[in-house]
């Protein structure tokens, strides 16, 4: 959302390593390895994750868009590789050996690697496929405080730069790219990105790449991310971009509040992602779904379609519940949001657009939303003239059709709903159906330009630009 600040030089400083000793004691754990697991498959004592029922009974759930393939062939401790869990080790090549290792598993049956209870500080590290990462009871990721061991890696091609800094950006402490089937879980272990010193980078103007996400996979499908707790993350904390059949399920998520960036779940041009029963606390959006960054997005044309987000809840004071946007340039579609409940924070749902930024916004389906003390409960957002370079197109204009908002109650709401289109665009088939919001600021009216649709059943009395048809209404029915 900020402009990008002027980079500024940094010094980095070099901490010592343990990196050679590491070494040479992994290297006997290693040759111990590859003379007994071609022989030996390990059975798993932690049995795979089971999803709950497809969707038949009351409560429904996202388990269709994650298969489950055969339990992993072989099961291994971080400890093997020569992992230290005492908070002070650096992991990171125990971690790279073990994924080295376990990668060659990925067409003989798959592989687990679990993380025992400790602190395990680690750089980052490359996931592979036909692969679960399982953190058990007490385990903790501890994210390296050494930028180096976040390497900068290429710009994603949606966004043609690093989203804060020209150029490329640093990997996420957990990366994947280009895999199958893959399972993040555990007993409730927590992995901490350690984001303060990202932040301080960022608010002391000496960020000179773009941050790293905490969990990042591009061009993944088949995912399940689950039972587990991510902390502090540089910036967004859970990035899914260019993947589909994505599970994201019973996470709690957390960041200081007024932490920058730090979105909880972004899946970005995805399709197929279920994101349910998460709980959220951090210093911007709670759940993001994005499509790429005005001339580079639009150039790619991938969208983010099918998302079903679903009983999550939580607070960002300056941030939205679900923000649809900004960057939506190769297009979102058929989005359901459900059971979503927001206190403490500037905005329950938002859609954000701009001029340049192209693309469409369709078919979004939000319902069952209760909030309390919301500043802005229902909005959509236009101008934050925050484009990748001068490159942009002052003629791509977003076109939003259908957007159908309903069930909403909202308690000590500050301001009523404000709907800002942008001249010239499509904002239309805007639907909102019985809506309630109590305890508003004197005299709070709302606020709607350039957009079209239809209220029914909706208070405060809504603006003109949705009066309702009365029984005509096709709203009242959808
Ligand atoms: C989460 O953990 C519970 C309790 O161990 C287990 O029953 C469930 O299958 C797990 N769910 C997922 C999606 O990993
Ligand atoms: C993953 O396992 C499936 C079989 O379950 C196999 O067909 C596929 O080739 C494996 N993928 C990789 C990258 O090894
Ligand atoms: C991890 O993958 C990225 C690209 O996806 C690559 O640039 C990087 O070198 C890999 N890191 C390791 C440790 O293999
Ligand atoms: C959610 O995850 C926690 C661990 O974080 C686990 O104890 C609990 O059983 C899970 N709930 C469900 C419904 O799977
Ligand atoms: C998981 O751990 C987090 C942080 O330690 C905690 O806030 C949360 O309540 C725990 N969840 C469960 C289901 O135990
Ligand atoms: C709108 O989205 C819903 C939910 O994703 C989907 O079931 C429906 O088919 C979509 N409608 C159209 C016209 O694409
Ligand atoms: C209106 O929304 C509320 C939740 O805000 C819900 O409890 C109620 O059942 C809804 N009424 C109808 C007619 O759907
Ligand atoms: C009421 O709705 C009907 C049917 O959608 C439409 O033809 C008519 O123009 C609408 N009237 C007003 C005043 O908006």
Redesign the pocket.
């Known amino acids: 959302m900020e402009l990008p600040q002027k980079p500024w030089l940094v010094c980095l400083r070099r901490r010592p390593s343990l990196a050679i000793l590491l070494g040479a004691v992994a290297l006997l754990g290693l040759s111990w390895l590859q003379t007994t697991s071609s022989r030996v498959a390990v059975v798993s004592a932690i049995p795979p994750p089971a999803l709950d029922d497809a969707g038949a009974g009351p409560v429904r759930s996202c388990s269709s868009f994650y298969q489950p393939g055969r339990p992993r062939r072989v099961v291994f401790s971080i400890e093997r590789f020569g992992g230290v869990g005492d908070g002070k080790t650096s992991n990171t090549e125990a971690f790279r050996r073990a994924i080295d290792h376990l990668e060659k598993f990925g067409d003989k049956g798959g592989s687990q690697l679990n993380v025992p209870k400790g602190r395990w500080v680690t750089g980052s590290f490359n996931l592979t496929s036909n692969f679960t990462l399982f953190l058990e009871k007490g385990a903790v990721i501890l994210g390296s405080q050494d930028p180096k061991e976040w390497p900068v890696i290429e710009a994603l091609p949606s966004y043609g730069r690093g989203r804060e800094r020209f150029g490329g950006r640093h990997i996420s402490l957990i990366h994947g790219d280009g895999l199958t089937d893959v399972v993040i879980t555990g007993q409730n272990g927590s992995i901490d990105g350690q984001g303060r010193m990202w932040w301080d980078m960022w608010w002391s103007r000496t960020l000179e790449r773009t941050r790293g996400h905490l969990l990042e996979l591009v061009n993944s499908n088949n995912i399940l991310i689950s039972n587990l707790t991510f902390l502090n993350s540089p910036f967004w904390t859970i990035h899914p971009v260019y993947c589909s059949d994505v599970v994201i399920k019973n996470l709690t998520v957390l960041a200081p509040l007024h932490s920058p960036n730090t979105d909880g779940i972004d899946p970005d041009s995805s399709t197929n992602v279920c994101i349910e029963d998460c709980y959220i606390e951090s210093g911007d959006d709670l759940v993001a779904v994005k499509s790429g960054w005005d001339q580079y997005g639009i150039s790619m044309a991938r969208p983010s379609s099918n998302i079903i987000i679903r009983r999550v809840s939580g607070t960002t004071p300056t941030c939205s519940g679900v923000g649809i946007g900004s960057e939506m340039s190769g297009g979102i579609s058929n989005v359901v949001v459900e059971d979503l409940h927001v206190w403490d924070s500037a905005a329950a749902v938002r859609v954000k657009t701009d001029v340049g930024r192209g693309g469409y916004v369709s078919n979004i389906t939000i319902t069952n939303v209760k909030m309390e003390r919301v500043k802005i409960p229902i909005r959509f957002s236009r101008g934050s003239n925050d484009h990748p370079d001068e490159g942009w197109d002052r003629k791509a204009l977003p076109s939003i059709t259908g957007v159908y908002i309903s069930n909403v109650f909202g308690l000590n709401i500050e301001k009523a709903p404000v709907l800002e289109g942008i001249g010239g665009a499509k904002f239309e088939g805007v639907c909102l159906r019985n809506v309630s919001l109590v305890g508003l600021r004197p005299g709070a009216k709302w606020r709607c330009e350039f957009v079209a649709g239809e209220a029914y059943n909706v208070s405060p009395i809504p603006c003109f630009q949705l009066?309702s048809?009365?029984s005509?209404?096709?709203c009242k029915h959808t």
């Open positions: 009066r048809n009365g005509t209404s096709w």
